[in-house]
């Protein structure tokens, strides 16, 4: 079974509001990511925060983290429409270095 | 720099059949994986490597081998290919440096099994 699991599946919104997605996981971890899938692509790497992080920022994004609750949420301020993509977090924890990727929010951002 | 390339791109099979995706990386990773994305599914782990010579086992990995006999090289075999296999593959790689374990993606492998 997956390790996180986003919320929403799917969220749309329009240019210059913010985006909120959710990540929920099921054990301990060393840290958690966030990637970013623009249509027919492969993944690219967003932001890493770790365990005794409870949030980080970068640029526009924002990212925190609450062990107590097994639980993430990445932030996108003033979105584009350039921002139109999928978010999917992912977990290395006591897994032997694998990384586990949940299902995904898919984010569409309306001009 | 390349990073992480996947071949072939596209590929059609008929049940039974069998091929192989390659992954090759360019950066000296140590750390080598093969995913599927299925609509609705997110990635899905098939396969990992933590080293050449080495290989383990994922999330999926009934009906696909695999093989690094070299550490720039991460081999992902289909022996009898069949529908449910149809999927996007996605090859990934990563450093290993401490936890730091941020992962390199290849443009993705779609097949099909008719």
């Known amino acids: 079974s997956q390790q996180g699991e986003e919320d929403p599946q799917a969220l749309s919104i329009q240019e210059g509001e913010n985006a909120t997605m959710n990540c929920s996981y099921k054990?301990?971890?060393?840290?958690l990511q966030w990637y970013r899938q623009n249509s027919g692509r492969g993944l690219v790497h967003l932001i890493l925060?770790?365990?005794?992080?409870r949030e980080k920022h970068s640029g526009r994004l924002r990212v925190t983290l609450d062990t107590s609750k097994k639980s993430s949420s990445l932030l996108i301020t003033a979105s584009r429409a350039a921002d139109t993509a999928s978010y999917f977090c992912?977990?290395?924890?006591?897994?032997?270095?694998?990384?586990?990727f949940g299902q995904g929010t898919e984010l569409s951002v309306k001009p | 720099n390349a990073g992480v390339t996947q071949t072939p791109k596209f590929r059609v099979l008929k049940t039974g059949q069998s091929m192989t995706l390659l992954c090759a990386q360019d950066?000296?990773?140590?750390?080598m994986y093969w995913y599927r994305q299925d609509p609705g599914m997110g990635l899905r782990l098939i396969h990992y490597s933590v080293g050449e010579g080495t290989t383990a086992k994922g999330e999926v990995p009934d009906g696909y081998n695999v093989s690094r006999l070299k550490k720039q090289n991460f081999l992902l075999g289909l022996e009898s290919a069949a529908p449910s296999q149809t999927s996007v593959y996605f090859c990934?790689?990563?450093?290993?440096?401490?936890?730091?374990?941020?992962?390199?993606f290849g443009a993705g492998s779609r097949l099909t099994v008719l």
């Open positions: 925060i770790r365990s005794n992080e």
């Open positions: 990934a790689s990563s450093p290993r440096q401490g936890a730091l374990n941020v992962l390199t």
């Open positions: 054990t301990s971890i060393n840290n």
């Open positions: 992912a977990t290395d924890g006591n897994q032997g270095g694998k990384l586990i």
């Open positions: 950066m000296n990773h140590e750390y």
